[in-house]
């Protein structure tokens, strides 16, 4: 074979031919294993619910012991995936790994919008669902102000909140939070700003979730429709971890469709407004100003979110007035945030060791 | 169909290989002939591999319809260099080759493969297959109103042809708009053949080269989403994107438009009647909160006023480093 080994390939048809085989052989395996899973259900934690609002609702989640700290953390989650991405499995959970260390972890269940949500506003999801939250855990723990963790969307609902009611929240995280929606990197921040938003909702009324899936896939084509599923094929002897890719296929496409005034409000203040940088941002008619957000803030981002660019929540920065701001970076991407094994050991732990002197 | 075809197959594909090997001679000229069966053996595995849990079922599904034909023809790829000295160049000719030529468009490819691609949802689809699903329909509505078309735009009938018009103004326009978008994508795909072929001069270095078909389809997808990466972060692409959308939004209003006239003529509710139904719904709901709230309010005493929150802020431990995880750092603002 002259000239062999002087340009970019080096397998010959021996090895190709032996990597066909266990290309095969996993394929072969594939067969059984296909047939064999059985959990691919979520939730890892025991969790109960102690309030609600129409489709909307609050757990309380229970660890194998009672929490130490004294003040509830209430998690926010987006509107465009299911929340129990922060509980999927035991291995790869946030709530459990926050409870294990102490926290007494709530989460808000936004439910499934159906037609007749759709004029719900961002007032309702902002003030009256996690509002009511808040001041359902207030009454309950007799506080003035609780913990608040907001993650992706729900991170910038949570810093609305916070602006509009800082005395309700003692101490505010961000996850993955998009603050600056216009810096060059920002692929959705670009693709949302030339939309006829009004045409868009008008038209649809509420955005169907395969809409917005199929947006979040494009994102990153190659990897997301193709790339990824020629990896199965790594896993198809592995029930373990078929079970895992399988499970996170439930979470990526059981998304709710959106509200379509919420969606309307949130594209043109935020995406196109880029409001929280720019001013403009209005829920119910009260503006939102970051620097009334005053309490103790954590902003975790991670380096590699396709989704929300670090430099997207980095702006948090300059913009809330808490003299009391701390950034955790996370090397992972937007997903690997919550079930990366590195994640599991670092995220809970970060957020624990910076809650506890500031909750007791 | 049972498990002994896909062990026949195997057989069969283990031959199929076994005479590349014989035909990957230096004396052969040429590239090697795909390998046999690969698309036939896939389905028959995706057919046999399914009837589990519904998500394994659908997994199964997308790896057939998205997955599987690329790294197949990757594999042919691959066939056809093995164990020969080949520049990038031929590399990436050969791969261009096989996607269409000088005219190949991955991305339209790839996009048109996607479940929902064949949908009559014009936001699922890749909009070129999208307009040609709906032509049909289109088509159909068309020659219905062709009479109201033929009409002067007065008089009774001149809010319907008024109708038809702007349905079919819409149409040309997501003609036109989602021909702007494949261009980009056009664009897209060139570049990553450009990228493809310098990711494999990378890779000719000694100790660098690409071991196996997953390696050279992994270099592949990389090209691949950068090409896409540059393109859509671009404002051409934001204002064709746009285009595409706003009009693939105009044409789906302008049908609802119509379906609506007609359901209301047969005596249907219609889904603006709907949407107002909800809209009031809404606003009364709204309004009871309101009242009930100020009844509650009035009824409680007064609560125990809240510290305010400047003071509070005062009062807090200064910024410090969260406590420090084996690998993120954090980093405090500090006093500003």
């Known amino acids: ?360 | 169909m049972k498990q002994d075809d896909f062990e026949a197959w195997t057989r069969q594909y283990w031959n199929a290989w076994g005479d590349t090997l014989r035909s990957a001679t230096p004396e052969t000229s040429g590239p090697t002939p795909g390998l046999p069966g690969w698309n036939d053996a896939m389905n028959w595995w995706s057919q046999l591999a399914k009837g589990g849990m519904p998500q394994g079922d659908e997994a199964v599904s997308r790896f057939n319809s998205q997955a599987q034909g690329w790294f197949g023809q990757m594999q042919q790829l691959a066939a056809q260099f093995a164990g020969r000295s080949a520049n990038p160049a031929d590399i990436t000719a050969a791969w261009k080759k096989a996607l269409g030529g000088d005219g190949a468009n991955p991305f339209a490819q790839m996009f048109g493969t996607m479940p929902g691609s064949d949908s009559t949802d014009p936001c699922l689809s890749d909009p070129s297959q999208w307009f040609e699903q709906a032509a049909p329909w289109l088509q159909k509505m068309q020659r219905n109103g062709r009479s109201w078309l033929g009409l002067p735009a007065f008089g009774f009938a001149r809010e319907h042809q008024e109708r038809w018009q702007h349905l079919m103004q819409a149409q040309l326009d997501l003609q036109q708009q989602s021909q702007a978008y494949q261009t980009l994508l056009g664009e897209a795909g060139q570049d990553a053949f450009v990228r493809f072929e310098r990711k494999l001069g990378e890779r000719s270095a000694p100790g660098r080269q690409l071991e196996s078909v997953r390696a050279l389809f992994d270099l592949w997808i990389d090209a691949a989403e950068e090409a896409y990466a540059d393109i859509a972060l671009s404002p051409r692409f934001r204002d064709a994107y746009a285009a595409l959308v706003n009009a693939q939004m105009t044409l789906r209003g302008r049908q609802q438009a119509i379906v609506e006239q007609a359901s209301a003529q047969m005596g249907m509710p219609t889904r603006t009647e709907l949407d107002s139904a909800h809209r009031k719904i809404v606003q009364l709901e709204r309004e009871l909160r309101r009242l009930r709230d100020a009844v509650e309010g009035a009824a409680k005493p007064a609560p125990k006023p809240a510290p305010e929150p400047e003071a509070r802020v005062r009062k807090a431990a200064p910024a410090k480093p969260a406590a420090k995880p084996a690998t993120a750092a954090a980093k405090p603002k500090g006093k500003r």
């Open chain 1, 1 to 360: 074979m002259d000239g062999f080994g002087q340009g970019p390939l080096g397998f010959t048809p021996q090895s190709l031919a032996e990597e066909s085989l266990r290309f095969q052989a996993k394929l072969r395996a594939g067969l059984e294993t296909l047939h064999q899973v059985e959990d691919v259900d979520y939730g890892a934690t025991a969790r109960e619910e102690v309030w609600r609002d129409g489709t909307v609702a609050l757990y309380r989640f229970r660890g194998d012991r009672a929490p130490t700290s004294k003040v509830p953390l209430l998690i926010v989650y987006a509107l465009v995936n299911r929340p129990y991405m922060v509980d999927l499995q035991e291995d790869k959970s946030l709530v459990r790994g926050l409870l294990e260390r102490g926290e007494d972890v709530y989460v808000i269940d936004w439910g499934y919008p159906d037609r007749s949500d759709r004029y719900l506003e961002l007032e309702d999801y902002i003030q009256r669902y996690i509002g009511g939250a808040i001041d359902h855990l207030r009454r309950e723990y007799r506080l003035d102000a609780i913990n608040l963790l907001g993650i992706c969307q729900g991170g910038a609902f949570s810093l609305c909140h916070a602006a509009l009611n800082p005395h309700k929240v003692r101490n505010l995280i961000t996850m993955v939070t998009p603050v600056d929606f216009h810096t060059s990197d920002n692929m959705l921040g670009n693709w949302t700003r030339g939309l006829d938003i009004d045409l868009f909702i008008d038209t649809l009324g509420n955005v169907p979730a395969d809409v917005m899936n199929w947006c979040y896939l494009t994102l990153k084509p190659w990897r997301l429709f193709v790339q990824k599923y020629v990896g199965l094929v790594d896993v198809l002897d592995d029930r373990k971890a078929l079970e895992d890719f399988l499970r996170m296929e439930k979470w990526i496409f059981d998304s709710p469709d959106q509200a379509g005034e919420a969606f309307r409000q949130f594209c043109k203040q935020f995406y196109q407004g880029n409001g929280f940088v720019k001013g403009g941002i209005d829920i119910g008619g009260r503006p939102v100003d970051l620097r009334n957000v005053a309490m103790p803030v954590l902003n975790i981002y991670a380096e590699q979110d396709h989704l929300v660019p670090p430099s997207s929540s980095k702006a948090l920065a300059g913009l809330v007035g808490s003299e009391d701001y701390s950034e955790v970076s996370f090397k992972g991407g937007h997903i690997g945030i919550y079930v990366s094994s590195r994640a599991q050991r670092e995220v809970p732990t970060a957020i624990h060791d910076w809650l506890a002197p500031r909750s007791r």
